[in-house]
């Protein structure tokens, strides 16, 4: 044991775990009746059931919106997930597929593409590319439009 003094726990008043009663207030009204806990009186209870009642309606208004709003944003979001959009050349010699960031997710080539020259090839598959981004922007427009409709306070 350390030296330097005596390190005994000492038990609060009461006893070990006793608990400390509340006095004032509370108990008083109680016993009269005049206020809370007691059955007499009840000055303003009915007030009180009334705004409880009107409070329980507004939050579960509250709630169901919440879960309806969320309910919008995971469909919406599933379906920008969604978005795929696949477009050939006009010769169909090149094949490209995006996601619906705009990602280069299939590029599909057919000898005859292979055949010409490779600035050239390129820029076709850019060109295919670039009209392949534009329907994935035109989805994800009116997904989003949905979206905003949909979610809109009202």
């Known amino acids: 044991?350390?030296?330097?003094?005596?390190?005994?726990?000492?038990?609060?008043?009461?006893?070990?775990?006793?608990?400390?009663?509340?006095?004032?207030?509370?108990?008083?009204?109680?016993?009269?009746?005049?206020?809370r806990g007691g059955r007499g009186g009840g000055r303003g209870r009915g007030r009180h059931l009334a705004a409880e009642g009107v409070m329980n309606a507004e939050m579960d208004r509250i709630e169901a919106r919440a879960h309806e709003q969320l309910r919008v944003l995971r469909r919406a979001s599933t379906e920008l997930d969604e978005v795929r959009v696949a477009v050939s050349s006009p010769d169909?010699?090149?094949?490209?597929?995006l996601d619906g960031v705009c990602a280069l997710v299939g590029l599909t080539l057919t000898p005859a593409a292979c055949a010409s020259d490779g600035a050239v090839l390129g820029r076709r598959i850019v060109d295919v590319c670039a009209v392949a981004a534009r329907e994935v922007q035109a989805r994800r427009a009116a997904v989003m439009e949905r979206f905003h409709a949909e979610f809109a306070p009202g």
């Open 1 to 35: 044991m350390p030296s330097g003094g005596d390190h005994r726990r000492v038990a609060p008043p009461g006893g070990v775990g006793a608990r400390r009663r509340r006095c004032g207030r509370g108990a008083r009204h109680a016993a009269t009746g005049t206020g």
């Open 92 to 97: 169909g010699a090149i094949r490209v597929e």
